[in-house]
C-alpha cells in the first residue's frame, strides 16, 4: 500500500519536522505500506483562511496526481483540512483529512471534546469545520495559542521549547476541561507530532489525542475495505465527481495572473 501524505510546509521550512514526522509515520505504518510526505510551496506560513484557500487548490492537484502515479490513498496531513471534500470529489482514491479523523475518533473516546488550537485566527475556521462535519454537539470547544505555524516547529529537538508549549497548551486545555469536555485534540499536525514525545499525555484527566497515526490508519482501513468490499465515496451529492473535461480545466488553468 502506498500513501500520499500531504503536509502544508516544504522541506525548507519544514524539514525538522518533516524528519520527525518519518520517523512517527514509519512506527505507526502496517508492514507493506509506504507513506511519502509531500510538500506546498510556497508553504502554510500565517493563520488565515486566504492561505488555507491558495493550500487547498495544491492539494486538489496533489490528490489528482497521486491517484494518476498509483498511489493507494491521499492524507491531507493539517488540520485545516483545506481542500478536503474538494479532493474527495475528483478521485476515486480514499481521502481523508487529519481535522476531520481526529475529531471523528475523538467521539468514541468521550462524549465532548475540546480543540487547542495553535493562534486565535483559526478558531472560526475550526467552528466552520465542526458545523461541517456535524459535530456541534460532540466537539464544543476551541481554545487558542499563539504561534505562527513556523514558530512551533522551533520546539522540535529542544527539550525547554517543547515544555513551554506543553504548559501553554495546558493553560488553553483546562477551562475546556472544567466546561465538560473530555477528551483534548491539538489543533494542528505539529502540535500533535511534537506531544507525540509524551505518553500517555492528559490534560485534568482528558486525554490529548495525536491524530496523525488515526489518519494514518483511517487511510489504511479505507485502502482495505475498497479492496474488500467495494466500499467507495458517495457520488450522491458533496462529492459527486465532475466531468473529465472540468477536471482537466482546473489543473491546467493558470494559478495566478
Not at 529537538?157 to 472544567?178: C, I, N, S, W, Y
Amino acid at each position: 500500500m502506498k500513501i500520499w501524505y500531504q503536509s502544508y510546509v516544504d522541506a525548507e521550512h519544514g524539514q525538522s519536522y518533516w524528519d520527525f514526522l518519518g520517523k512517527h509515520l514509519d512506527h505507526v505504518i502496517d508492514p507493506g505500506t509506504t507513506v511519502d510526505i509531500k510538500g506546498i510551496t510556497p508553504h502554510d506560513s500565517y493563520a488565515h483562511p486566504i492561505v488555507e484557500f491558495r493550500c487547498a487548490r495544491e492539494v486538489i492537484c496533489n490528490a489528482v496526481k497521486a491517484e494518476r502515479e498509483g498511489y493507494d490513498a491521499f492524507v491531507v496531513g493539517h488540520f485545516q483540512d483545506a481542500g478536503l471534500y474538494e479532493a474527495r470529489s475528483v478521485v476515486d482514491i480514499p481521502v481523508v483529512g487529519l481535522g476531520e479523523s481526529s475529531m471523528l475518533h475523538a467521539c468514541q473516546l468521550g462524549q465532548r471534546s475540546g480543540i487547542v488550537t495553535i493562534n486565535p485566527r483559526y478558531i472560526s475556521w475550526f467552528h466552520h469545520q465542526i458545523t461541517k462535519y456535524g459535530l456541534s454537539e460532540r466537539v464544543t470547544g476551541v481554545h487558542a495559542m499563539t504561534f505562527q505555524p513556523g514558530q512551533i516547529m522551533e520546539a522540535f529537538g529542544d527539550d525547554e521549547k517543547l515544555q513551554t508549549v506543553v504548559d501553554l497548551f495546558a493553560g488553553q486545555a483546562r477551562p475546556l476541561v472544567d466546561a465538560g469536555v473530555d477528551v483534548l485534540i491539538p489543533g494542528g499536525g505539529i502540535p500533535m507530532l511534537l506531544f507525540s514525545q509524551i505518553q500517555q499525555h492528559v490534560v485534568n484527566g482528558a486525554p490529548v489525542i495525536n491524530g496523525i497515526p488515526i489518519v494514518v490508519k483511517m487511510a489504511e482501513m479505507a485502502v482495505k475495505l475498497k479492496a474488500t468490499t467495494g466500499l467507495s465515496t458517495s457520488r450522491v451529492s458533496d462529492f459527486v465527481k465532475p466531468p473529465p473535461e472540468i477536471l482537466e480545466e482546473f489543473m491546467t488553468h493558470p494559478k495566478g495572473l
